[in-house]
């Protein structure tokens, strides 16, 4: 797991977190959620956790 996110520590644009809504709302995963906005999977996480959006845990 060795990719580089150039987007260290950046604020979270309004866009960002309504696609965050949008993609957790269609059932999708974290690694993909995160992939889709190129975050971290924790950070997307912790958004996740700020604005109170469930992301689905793939069996």
Do not use: C, Y
Not at 12 to 29: Q, R
């Amino acid at each position: 797991m060795s990719e580089k996110f150039v987007r260290h520590k950046q604020p979270w644009t309004l866009d960002e977190n309504a696609k965050l809504h949008t993609l957790a709302g269609k059932g999708m995963g974290l690694k993909a959620i995160a992939k889709a906005l190129t975050r971290s999977e924790e950070s997307t996480q912790a958004q996740a956790k700020v604005l109170k959006v469930k992301i689905a845990k793939l069996r």
